[in-house]
């Protein structure tokens, strides 16, 4: 009944109180941090990577000081030749050389002969690329046509024979199933007179195909009118082709079967 009742009034629970702060977990230490400074600290020694210092501390007495960095030639000596002996003195103008072989021939006469019987050497065929006139040999550059000393040269390649052969045999065979079919009487040719009259009477009627196209009108809103004019096109084009194709043969043959 206690616990229920209303908190009893008092004017000290207006003072604003200061509210504490939480305290602060304890900081965390790893458990394996011993054994790691151990580790570390195993295979360590002062100056084991480096070693000490070999080098003496200068004095404050050694200092530097003026033209002590400045090289020191070394003393002059004599010039003596290494290995090499003096040269034999020049011979004076009345000492006798000693001769060897002596001979009787005339080098300047056969000389004169030699280059008046010597055929002339004609210079190697160069051909010049740039405009400052550099040159480069003519045979090595492919311009010349060696290919016409082949001993093929100018006759027919085997595979043209082969090809003209088999051309040649198809157009025998053609010819004679052409006769075969004209003996049986189911074929049969068309003369330059009813060739000229049918190529006459397909352009006749491209002409008035043609002439109705024409007249057709220029704005083709209706479905219609499209395809009136679709259809007229494809007329005169099928037209076209038929024509080209019976003046583009000579020699036409009819089956009647």
Known sequence: IKEME???ESI???IPREIPNPPNPPRYNSKFKPTVKDELKQNRSPNKTMGPAKVDVPTPSDFLKKRS???VLPDTTN???SGVGKKPPVPKHDDKPLLGIRTNKNFINTNAVENIMSVTKKPLPKFVDTRCGDNNLLEPSGLVPKYTKKPDYGEVPDYLKKRNAEVKKAQEEYDQYIRERMRQGAMQQLNDAEREDIING???NW????HQYQGLSVVTDTAPKKNRKERM???MKQLERDIELIEKHRVIYI???
């Open 6 to 8: 209303a908190p009893v």
């Open 12 to 14: 000290y629970n207006l």
């Open 69 to 71: 960095k400045e090289p």
């Open 79 to 81: 010039f003596k030749y």
């Open 202 to 204: 397909l352009k006749k």
């Open 207 to 210: 002409e008035e195909l043609h």
């Open 233 to 235: 096109e494809a007329e």
């Open 255 to 257: 089956s009647n079967n």
